[in-house]
């Protein structure tokens, strides 16, 4: 399956609706929603940030997406691997330690200022597992681009979208199933922590 769209800030960002001036709406909603969210200014900040965030988890096994469309992340993730800590880039790999991983890293195309909600393109199996399965999601997007609502976030959808899997994520998973008890984690991770960049600098 291919990726709804390869580049969405080529491609698919409309003029006008895709604006770093609704960041702070995104920030407050995401986190009302119980995301985390570490806004930094480069990627060597970046990789500060999630180096100091998985020492609380000292994870063994972390899957990992993303690092093939962008190489600045592909370095990230490269440097993260320790003698107790095995990180897995390659779909193989993910597919084979999805269910045993700690922590899943991937990456969203944009945020929704209404929801606090990220859009993802999640083409891939690796890219939904990685998502989705492990207790702890951390999350890369670009801080600039936001969108007022998801009525914007639609019409950039719209845009570019004819086959593939698309979706949109707000906060870590959550269910009120029984008693209408609200637990986190059931079904998907229990923490999801957002890292949003500001400069990207030459990432590609």
Known sequence: MKKVCANWAGEAFINGLVDAKYWQSFEENAK?????IYKVQDYAAAEQTLKEVLKEFSPKEIIAVGGEENSVLAGIYSRLGTEDTKVYTE??????????????????????GETGSLCVDNFSYEARVTSMLPFVNVVFVNANYMVENVTAACQIIGKVFNKGYCGFVTGPSRTADIERVLSLGVHG??????IAVENEGGAH
Do not use: Q, Y
Not at 32 to 36: D, Y
Not at 91 to 100: G, Q, R, T, V
Not at 189 to 194: D, G, K, W
């Open 91 to 112: 779909k193989f790999a993910i597919a084979e330690h999805a269910d045993s991983a700690d922590v899943g890293i991937s990456t969203a195309e944009f945020g929704v």
């Open 189 to 194: 991770p229990n923490r999801l922590i957002i």
């Open 32 to 36: 009302l929603a119980a995301a985390e």
